[in-house]
T-cell receptor, first 113, second 113 residues
Framework: NAGVTQTPKFQVLKTGQSMTLQCAQDMNHEYMSWYRQDPGMGLRLIHYSVGAGITDQGEVPNGYNVSRSTTEDFPLRLLSAAPSQTSVYFC????????????FGPGTRLTVL | GNSVTQMEGPVTLSEEAFLTINCTYTATGYPSLFWYVQYPGEGLQLLLKATKADDKGSNKGFEATYRKETTSFHLEKGSVQVSDSAVYFCALSMNSGYSTLTFGKGTMLLVSP
C-alpha cells in the first residue's frame, strides 16, 4: 500500500517551460487536491477533484491546469512556468467527507529560473 | 470565508518542557479541526483531529480540545522531546462539505536537548 505518491521529487525549470507534476493514490479515494507551500504562507489550495471527470478551482488556480481521468491519478500541469511558481507542491487524497483525514504525498520541490 | 490563525514561531523549548501552540478559527458552519505535523523534508501527516464541539483529539502525547465558545483548538503536550521538532499546522474543513482544508500558516517547534 503506497498511499499517495508524487513524481518528481525535485525539478528545475526555465521561465516559459511547461511540465506536469504527477500524483497517484491507491486508496480508492474520491477526493484529491493540490496545494502549494510557500514560506510564511502555510498551504494554499490550487485545484481539487471530487471524482473522475470533476475538478474545481481552489484559492490560487492561475497558471495551473488539472484533469482527472481516473480515480487514481490527478496530474497538475504548469503551462508556462513563472518564477512565482517556485514552491513545494503537495498532493493529497481522502474520502469526500469533511470529517475525514487527508493523506499527503511527499511533495515536489519546484524551482523556476 | 473560513480562516485559521495560529501563533507564529519559531517556538524554542528545552526537552521535557510543556508545549502550547495556539490556534483559533473562523468558519461559516460546523467545521472539523485538525493538527497536521511536517517533519523536515517530508509531507504532512495527521497528528490529531476533532469533528465536533468538546471533542478531544490525542496522539503521541499531544492533545487538543475543540472549543466552540472560544473558536479554538490549541495544541498541548506535557513533555516535549527533541524528536517533536517539526512544523505544526492547524487546519479546518467543513463537516457539510468536501474535505477541502483551510490551513493556518504553521508554527515551527525547535526542541533542544
Amino acid at each position: 500500500n503506497a498511499g499517495v505518491t508524487q513524481t518528481p521529487k525535485f525539478q528545475v525549470l526555465k521561465t516559459g517551460q511547461s511540465m506536469t507534476l504527477q500524483c497517484a493514490q491507491d486508496m480508492n479515494h474520491e477526493y484529491m487536491s493540490w496545494y502549494r507551500q510557500d514560506p510564511g504562507m502555510g498551504l494554499r489550495l490550487i485545484h481539487y477533484s471530487v471524482g473522475a471527470g470533476i475538478t474545481d478551482q481552489g484559492e490560487v488556480p492561475n497558471g495551473y491546469n488539472v484533469s482527472r481521468s481516473t480515480t487514481e491519478d490527478f496530474p497538475l500541469r504548469l503551462l508556462s512556468a513563472a518564477p512565482s511558481q517556485t514552491s513545494v507542491y503537495f498532493c493529497a487524497s481522502s474520502t469526500r467527507r469533511g470529517t475525514d483525514t487527508q493523506y499527503f504525498g511527499p511533495g515536489t520541490r519546484l524551482t523556476v529560473l | 470565508g473560513n480562516s485559521v490563525t495560529q501563533m507564529e514561531g519559531p517556538v524554542t523549548l528545552s526537552e521535557e518542557a510543556f508545549l502550547t501552540i495556539n490556534c483559533t478559527y473562523t468558519a461559516t458552519g460546523y467545521p472539523s479541526l485538525f493538527w497536521y505535523v511536517q517533519y523536515p523534508g517530508e509531507g504532512l501527516q495527521l497528528l490529531l483531529k476533532a469533528t465536533k464541539a468538546d471533542d478531544k483529539g490525542s496522539n503521541k502525547g499531544f492533545e487538543a480540545t475543540y472549543r466552540k465558545e472560544t473558536t479554538s483548538f490549541h495544541l498541548e503536550k506535557g513533555s516535549v522531546q527533541v524528536s517533536d521538532s517539526a512544523v505544526y499546522f492547524c487546519a479546518l474543513s467543513m463537516n457539510s462539505g468536501y474535505s477541502t482544508l483551510t490551513f493556518g500558516k504553521g508554527t515551527m517547534l525547535l526542541v533542544s536537548p
